[in-house]
């Protein structure tokens, strides 16, 4: 069955510190997207970046980067010379034409940078 | 800019109040869906829509309705509130397929 894991409930670093998060996903289908959404304090909820199960090209944007690897079902999201306006909830999601593509969501990681 | 809004931010009714929660997205978004969102239990479906009059269960419809009489705006209803309901609600909406959901501030809703 589809699922999202995101096994760091809670990481907490000194801002500059480089963050990895991890997101471990698990699909029947061949054609699937997988998606990261931040949630700051306010509570609106953030689309960062959405990956295709064929391109498994990392991504870079700024300080962000992302590492899709389809060989041990994980996308994973690093965070470099995090600052304390990273501190967020992060959630991985997944979506696959098998189920209509509707979101699995993770449980989402409490990502805490300390100044 | 995608753009969704939500009628309220916070919200305090009454249990056995009819409630309603507005979303507007003016992104001509085909689709759009309504979560909660709860401490240890994450981000639930409630319902989506994948066009105008259309709607879809989620996997936690029970005691909520939705209409969607115009592509941009989807109606949340809760026929009569139950302290159970007490929750944070988020409304989405996206293009078709595998497309980005986009979301709206959240309404924190109180049943008391």
Known sequence: AQKVTQAQTEISVVEKEDVTLDCVYETRDTTYYLFWYKQPPSGELVFLIRRNSFDEQNEISGRYSWNFQKSTSSFNFTITASQVVDSAVYFCALSEALSNYQLIWGAGTKLIIKP | ?112
């Open chain 2, 1 to 112: 800019d995608v753009k969704v809004t939500q009628s309220s931010r916070y919200l305090v009714k009454r249990t056995g109040e009819k409630v309603f929660l507005e979303c507007v997205q003016d992104m001509d978004h085909e689709n759009m869906f309504w979560y909660r969102q709860d401490p240890g239990l994450g981000l639930r479906l409630i319902y989506f829509s994948y066009d105008v009059k259309m709607k879809e269960k989620g996997d936690i419809p029970e005691g909520y309705s939705v209409s969607r009489e115009k592509k941009e705006r989807f109606s949340l209803i809760l026929e009569s509130a139950s302290t159970n309901q007490t929750s944070m609600y988020l409304c989405a909406s996206s293009l078709p397929l595998a497309g980005e959901q986009y979301f709206g501030p959240g309404t924190r809703l109180t049943v008391t």
